[in-house]
């Protein structure tokens, strides 16, 4: 049972405080007491090193010392931090503008066989308790025991050893020795209290539903205890299951810089000692990511206006003007609705390239834009092809070439014009049908055009600095014979031409190069109709 001068000491030094130490400041830190060495009973007659610790931005001059034994409070004051005890007591320490630490007791014991404890056991720490025994006698033994049971044994060492503590590690221990098995000591009862070295962190954001696109911060809170401020941590960062944010490190803080909805979910935070010695994590904390639906949607044509070349690139750009996270843009045909193409990407913007346009191409377009709210869609718009320049197509085709190559060329076209078939008593005009390789009865072939006109000039024109562009003209008078040329200008002239888009080969006959003539004429009298 307690003394009644030990049940209320500790009531005594609150009360004896002059007022303006209750009203200390929160942010001021509390000193601590260490002791050196670090037990809280030793033998009478020996001393103990006490210091105020705890200011870690500067050394007190002085140091006001509280010292309570029963009902006698003694106040004491010293140069530095520092202070040697040689009395039982309770001991506090207060520096100029600091609350009041918190209270240490220690033990002058007259006995001759003790167990030694410290004064504060933190997680992780190593509890190291000692058997001292005063006197002749000499122990060949001991033995510890933890609430009542035997925890160890020993003839060589007196310390019990107790590495990376734990609460389950807290309880009353005591020392019972042994001296040649004839004497049996024992020692008072050692109460550790195992202390927490810091809480389980809390893991805090700066939002728990950002919106896509956003950046997040994370937070692992945790605090050390005064004795223990200085304490190194380790910090780490997961979500879900053991997805592995960051590695360890000093921060407490982690950024997610750019958060999208596929990163929602649970998230946690770890925090160790340096050597591993403690280790605790925080509970999940649920962050729901929130994104905005697409709106907005446009589709345009590279090139601009849907007017293209056939043959060249038409690039469909889809677009939206709001919307986050990943969006899948889809390009379809408004007549088949076939889609053309998709691609999903954290963009607002996507491009879909067709090599090359047909003519077939031509019509409505459109896109579609979904960021998992549902696909919005753009107008159609609608795609002209044009026909390439120098590639139109007529009733004849002379590629000319220069030389003899022209005039073969030009003569099998006037072949395949005149060339016909026709029945007796049908008007030649009026047939269009070609002559067969073979004719039937009855039937007549005309290979070459019948004389309803007169021969005329076939005017063909050549320009070599078009480089790939020739045409020919080829005139034709119906009715009746005329012995007069009609120029090409005459209206009454019925004229038939191509252009026909071709590349000259440097090794033809009859090349035209840049020493010839701007237009080449060829002439060749052939039989119009």
């Known amino acids: 049972m307690r003394s009644p001068g030990r049940s209320l000491r500790k ?4 009360n004896y405080l002059p007022e303006d130490l209750a009203h200390q400041k929160a942010t001021v830190p509390k000193p601590v007491i260490s002791l050196h060495p670090p037990w809280t009973i030793v033998f009478q007659g020996e001393r103990v090193n006490m210091t105020c610790d705890g200011f870690h931005f500067y050394a007190p001059e002085k140091t006001k010392w509280y010292h309570q034994f029963r009902w006698v409070i003694k106040t004491r004051e010293t140069p530095g931090n520092t202070l040697e005890v040689r009395e039982s007591g309770e001991y506090r320490c207060q520096a100029q503008g600091s609350p009041l630490s918190n209270s240490v007791y220690l033990i002058f014991s007259s006995g001759d066989f003790i167990l030694q404890g410290p004064y504060s056991v933190f997680e992780g720490d190593t509890l190291v308790l000692r ?6 006698e000499k122990l060949t033994s001991v033995k510890y025991t ?18 990376q503590t734990s609460s389950n590690n807290s309880g009353s221990y005591q020392c019972i020795g042994f001296v040649d098995k004839k004497y049996i000591f024992r020692s008072n009862i050692k109460v550790i209290t195992i202390q927490e070295l810091f809480p389980h962190p809390k893991l805090k954001a700066t939002a728990s539903q950002p919106t896509e696109g956003n950046s997040v911060n994370l937070s692992c809170e945790t605090q050390l205890p005064l004795e223990r401020s200085d304490t190194p941590l380790h910090f780490i960062f997961f979500r879900d299951d053991m997805v592995i944010l960051s590695d360890w490190s000093r921060s407490p803080e982690f950024q997610i810089p750019t958060i999208w909805r596929e990163n929602s979910g649970s998230y946690w935070c770890g925090v160790e000692t340096v050597t591993g010695s403690v280790r605790k994590h925080s509970l999940p904390l649920q962050i729901r990511v929130l994104s ?6 446009l589709m345009e044509t590279q090139p601009p206006g849907g007017q293209v070349v056939e ?6 750009v889809c677009s939206v003007t709001e919307g986050t996270g990943s969006t899948t843009f889809s390009w379809h045909r408004e007549d088949t609705k076939e889609s053309l193409g998709r691609k999903t990407q954290h963009s607002q913007r996507a491009e879909l390239e067709i090599p090359v346009i047909r003519e077939s191409d031509a019509g409505g377009y ?15 718009v609608g795609i002209t092809v044009r026909e ?23 003569g099998m076209a006037l072949l395949f014009y005149c060339w016909r078939w026709r029945k007796p008593g049908v008007s030649f005009l009026a047939e269009e049908t070609r002559c067969p390789l073979s004719p039937g009865p009855g ?10 006109g007169e021969v005329q000039l076939l005017y063909g024109t050549v320009h070599p600095k078009e480089k790939d562009l020739v045409y020919s003209e080829i005139q034709t008078i119906q009715g009746e014979a005329n012995t007069t040329r009609k120029p090409l200008e005459d209206k009454d002239t019925s004229i038939v031409y191509s252009e026909v888009k071709t590349q000259l080969s440097d090794t033809s006959a009859g090349k035209v190069s840049s020493k010839d003539e701007d237009t080449v004429e060829i002439y060749e009298n052939v039989l119009l109709i």
């Open 11 to 14: 009531k005594a030094i609150p």
């Open 131 to 136: 058997c001292q025994k005063r006197g002749k």
């Open 146 to 163: 933890w609430n009542g049971k035997t925890l160890s044994q020993s003839s060589k060492s007196w310390d019990l050893l107790i590495p």
């Open 292 to 297: 905005i639906p697409v709106s907005g949607v």
């Open 311 to 316: 043959g060249e690139m038409l690039v469909l």
């Open 366 to 380: 459109y896109c579609t834009a979904d960021n998992s709210h549902g696909p919005v869609q753009s107008e159609v």
């Open 388 to 410: 390439a320049p120098g590639n139109r197509h007529g009733l004849i085709a002379v590629v000319a070439t220069g030389g003899l190559l022209s005039l073969l060329l030009l």
């Open 443 to 452: 039937e007549s072939c005309h290979p070459i055009c019948p004389v309803q």
